[in-house]
């Protein structure tokens, strides 16, 4: 049974660009959560979806951020436009009950 | 709202035993989660708590005191792969709702 897998692992964008990270929930799970952690603080809750459904994005930026969780596929968390305040690790989890992370994805806005 | 304090760092020795503190404020409490985190990869879950009381698991025993809102964290026969950041999150509300972290609290363990 595959943990949670999340792509790419490194990630680097130039100012400006779009960012698009993927996570793949464990099997079985339908509820994914990201989260974005910063260099030296503590994880930060983003949003929550189900399947085709945002539940909770109570923690995402009002601009420039947005997530889906399609019926079929990974769920994504897009960034447009990048700033240098955007490079941190974002992780995504999935649950049934306890929520597992996945190995996170590293981005760097240069 | 929610929030969770827990020292920010703690040193001890290999072999020893170290208590990690977590206190917390939130409302509709819904259990609280213990993970530990190595410098650059992903948080592993270590244990839950939605019951007062003390949970056992090996080396490391998870305590949760509701009244009071607070845990902690107990690592026994110290080694140096205990070397990590050590993550305190509450959950509130009902079914799979969002964790709230605390900061981490980095443990160092020296021979």
């Known amino acids: 049974n595959a943990g949670v897998m999340q792509n790419p692992r490194h990630l680097v964008r130039r100012r400006g660009q779009e960012a698009r990270l993927r996570c793949s929930p464990m099997?079985?799970?339908?509820?994914v959560y990201w989260y974005r952690q910063l260099p030296e603080e503590g994880l930060k809750f983003m949003v929550y979806?189900?399947?085709?459904?945002?539940?909770?994005e109570s923690g995402m930026p009002k601009e420039r951020f947005s997530a889906e969780f399609p019926k079929e596929g990974p769920s994504i968390l897009r960034i447009q436009q990048v700033v240098r305040g955007d490079s941190a690790a974002y992780f995504c989890?999935?649950?049934?009950?306890?929520?597992?992370f996945g190995p996170g994805t590293r981005l760097t806005v240069t | 709202g929610q929030n969770i304090d827990q020292p920010t760092e703690m040193t001890a020795t290999e072999g020893a035993i170290v208590q990690i503190n977590c206190t917390y404020q939130?409302?509709?409490?819904?259990?609280l989660f213990w993970y530990q985190q190595h410098a650059g990869e992903a948080p592993t879950f270590l244990s839950y708590?939605?019951?007062?009381g003390l949970e056992e698991k090996g080396r490391f025993s998870s305590f949760l005191s509701r009244s009071k809102g607070y845990s902690y964290l107990l690592l026994k026969e110290l080694q140096m792969k205990d070397s990590a950041s050590y993550l305190c999150?509450?959950?509130?509300?009902?079914?799979?709702?969002?964790?709230?972290f605390g900061t981490g609290t980095r443990l160092l363990v020296s021979p």
């Open positions: 999150a509450v959950r509130s509300g009902t079914g799979f709702q969002k964790l709230v």
């Open positions: 099997k079985g799970h339908s509820h």
């Open positions: 708590n939605v019951l007062d």
């Open positions: 939130t409302s509709g409490f819904n259990g």
């Open positions: 989890a999935s649950s049934s009950y306890e929520q597992y």
């Open positions: 979806l189900q399947k085709e459904n945002i539940i909770d």
